[in-house]
């Protein structure tokens, strides 16, 4: 084993915890990071929210009290993903049909410490990710022509983030910070299309390859899988490394009133790449896997924008509001899949996605009841930037409404537990069109989401 792959397998094994992995609900990205953030709708531009603070606004950890704090905590996402056949009636649920589906555990990990007018934090959290797990007997395991092909449909991507965080006291009023971040993406996917859908993409100039003839030679074509999953809890088909970070500042405005802004630049993910099956269905033939070599190009994260603003309203109450503006539009125009097969021959397919830009609005309030307790609750609205013309059933990253409260329990000055319970409300999608389902579908999508976590201070 490479020292790569170590390293690799000891990040996730830390991230996952031995289980498994996160969902995200803000389409790929997780809605907020630690629960004290979760609590209060994601928000966390423009006010303390711990050591998780570095994933949104690295500024923030100047608003940390002076010394060391350690976070150790877990999110536990359950989902219900539903997909209904319009012209048939059929249904089939995403569920725990294998070893690598949900529920979704992803703890979080970060130690900060505030010397001075400098602070810095260092951590390893789950950016995000989806999961379906449809099995291979429902409708979408049927080829063009309702012919049963027994193969998989499903999907893994889990995202792990490891900031190097810094954070300077300016003056009174004004801190700034930055981050720079390793970046581990992984995927899991298997896919059948059928031979409309096939056709499809070949109509539309997105099926390239010398691969492509040989599909179109045979005798009844009706459909074809990519497989590149592996059915461990940890393990993904593909995967890459890469780099990120962000930069961003607070101003203390008034005395009750802080002002925040940070941006996150977009990914620099090299390639996933890994081993995949291609089988082609015929009618006549029967089911033909080649063995190969795959990659999916230029997967990246998106930048975003954070601006945020939080008010002391009095010495029990706290109230805040974040808005982000998502740029999803820059990196998620195709699904870039490159096949090269052992026996020779390849295939480049481009799966449209089309995503549009996102705008988030998220709003959160926290009372201290005593000096032991704290409660919070919040809201989340998104637009939505998945478009239903191009949706994919194993890819319904649609949810973007969200309820959320949670609560801090202080056992001493040094020692607290937070805890966070969000809720996000069932998104309803249809996709009538290739190449993307060729049968009429609806997606609906609802998902339940439990944060826990410890800190430390010493």
């Not at 915890?17 to 389409?27: E, I």
């Not at 309030?365 to 998104?382: E, V």
Request: glycine residues 12%; without cysteine.
């Amino acid at each position: 084993m490479t020292t790569r792959k170590i390293v690799t397998l000891v990040l996730v094994s830390a991230l996952a915890g031995g289980a498994r992995v996160a969902l995200a609900t803000d389409v790929f990205r997780l809605e907020g990071f630690g629960a004290l953030s979760r609590a209060m709708g994601g928000t966390a531009a423009a006010q303390d929210v711990g050591p998780a603070g570095m994933m949104t606004n690295p500024a923030t950890l100047s608003l940390m009290p002076q010394g060391d704090q350690a976070l150790l905590g877990l999110d536990v996402v359950t989902t219900k993903i539903d997909v209904k056949n319009k012209a048939t009636g059929e249904s089939v649920s995403s569920g725990s049909h294998d070893s690598n589906r949900g529920p979704y555990l992803a703890p979080e990990i970060a130690y900060t410490k505030r010397i001075g007018a400098w602070a810095f934090g260092v951590g390893a959290f789950a950016q995000g990710g989806l999961g379906t797990e449809y099995g291979n007997g429902s409708f979408l395991s049927r080829a063009t022509g309702g012919l049963a092909t027994g193969l998989e449909n499903s999907s893994r991507l889990l995202v792990l983030n490891i900031p190097f965080a810094a954070s300077f006291q300016v003056n009174d009023k004004l801190a700034i910070g930055g981050s720079i971040d390793a970046l581990w993406q992984g995927l899991n996917l298997d896919l059948l299309l059928g031979a409309d859908q096939i056709v499809g993409l070949l109509g539309s100039g997105r099926a390239t390859g010398s691969l492509v003839p040989v599909l179109a030679g045979l005798p009844a074509l009706r459909g074809a899988q990519f497989s590149l999953t592996k059915n461990q809890p940890l393990a993904s088909g593909v995967d890459a490394w890469g780099y990120g970070g962000r930069f961003g500042m607070v101003y203390q405005a008034t005395a009750e009133t802080t002002l925040g802004a940070s941006y996150t630049v977009k990914s620099q993910m090299n390639d996933m790449e890994g081993r995949a099956t291609l089988t082609a269905v015929d009618a006549i033939a029967g089911e033909i896997a080649l063995g190969g070599k795959i990659k999916i190009k230029d997967f990246q994260m998106p930048a975003h924008l954070d601006l945020g603003v939080s008010h002391r309203l009095t010495p029990q109450w706290t109230v805040a509001a974040d808005v982000s503006q998502v740029f999803w539009k820059e990196v998620m125009k195709d699904i870039k899949v490159a096949f090269a097969a052992d026996a020779g021959g390849d295939i480049n397919i481009l799966l449209p996605q089309d995503y549009k830009d996102q705008t988030i609005l998220a709003l959160g309030a926290a009372y201290a009841l005593n000096d032991q307790l704290t409660l919070r609750g919040g809201m989340r609205f998104a637009s939505q930037a998945l478009r239903s013309s191009t949706l994919f059933a194993v890819i319904p990253a649609t949810p973007k409404t969200h309820l959320s409260a949670g609560l801090t329990y202080a056992f001493s000055k040094q020692s607290k537990l937070d805890f966070a319970y969000s809720h996000a409300f069932a998104e309803t999608m249809d996709n009538t069109s290739l190449p993307n389902t060729s049968a009429p579908i609806e997606v609906k999508h609802s998902q339940d989401n439990a944060t826990i976590s410890f800190r430390y201070s010493l």
